[in-house]
């Protein structure tokens, strides 16, 4: 069964920086894969989808790939502010209606 | 205003108790959604609705119970049988998995 990984489950890097936040998923046979940003007690607002037959999609400072060969999909942030801490969580669909979710990754932003 | 409305937004259950957590939606999705969140874990699917009168479990459906009808709405009962009950249940409305919005959540905690 497909399993989704999120490595590492927390990271805090000061205002500024470029980063790279990591999925890993054990099934290669994904039609998309999707990023979501969950804000402390709040719900789900979806990122970007990025289908299979993509290799990148972008989203003002957002960028995500993905590469199905190996597994792993990136969201790239550029610029980090203070207002992107939040938690990043990725999910890919194993039907029409379900998906499978990553743990995320809680990311904090140092002023 | 559109979106997902979800009631209340902190609910506390007793011993014994059956609860019941409100989702509305105006977005005119047929599909409607009940997620289970705990720390440190990906989401889980408690119960799905493709439309109305109709409805299907999820990965961790035991313990819960759900209605679907009329479109707008699809509550969750948190039954008794339900052991572990304390988390943060998310509901979510969409066409299919590429596009899932979802509501601000409730958090339940059993006293």
């Known amino acids: 069964k497909q399993e989704v990984t999120q490595i590492p489950a927390a990271l805090s890097v000061p205002e500024g920086e470029n980063l790279v936040l990591n999925c890993s998923f054990t099934d290669s046979a994904i039609y998309n894969l999707q990023w979501f940003r969950q804000d402390p007690g709040k719900g789900l607002t979806s990122l970007l989808l990025?289908?299979?037959s993509q290799r990148e999609q972008t989203s003002g400072r957002l960028n995500a790939s993905l590469d199905k060969s190996s597994g792993r999909s990136t969201l790239y942030i550029a610029a980090s502010q203070p207002g992107d801490s939040a938690t990043y969580l990725c999910?890919?669909?194993?039907?029409?209606?379900?998906?499978?979710w990553g743990a995320g990754t809680k990311l904090i932003i140092k002023p | 205003d559109g979106g997902i409305t979800q009631s209340p937004k902190y609910l506390f259950r007793k011993e014994g108790q059956n609860v019941t957590l409100s989702c509305e939606q105006n977005l005119n999705h047929d599909a409607m959604y009940w997620y289970r969140q705990d720390p440190g874990q990906g989401l889980r699917l408690i119960y799905y609705?493709?439309?109305?009168?109709?409805?299907q479990k999820g990965d961790i459906a035991e313990g819960y119970s759900v209605s679907r009808e009329k479109k707008e709405s699809f509550p969750l009962t948190v039954t008794s049988a339900q052991k572990n009950p304390t988390a943060f249940y998310l509901c979510?409305?969409?066409?299919?998995?590429?596009?899932?919005?979802f509501g601000p959540g409730t958090r339940l905690t059993v006293l």
């Open positions: 999910a890919v669909p194993y039907s029409n209606y379900q998906l499978i």
């Open positions: 990025i289908q299979s």
């Open positions: 979510a409305a969409g066409a299919n998995t590429d596009t899932q919005y």
């Open positions: 609705s493709q439309i109305v009168n109709d409805f």
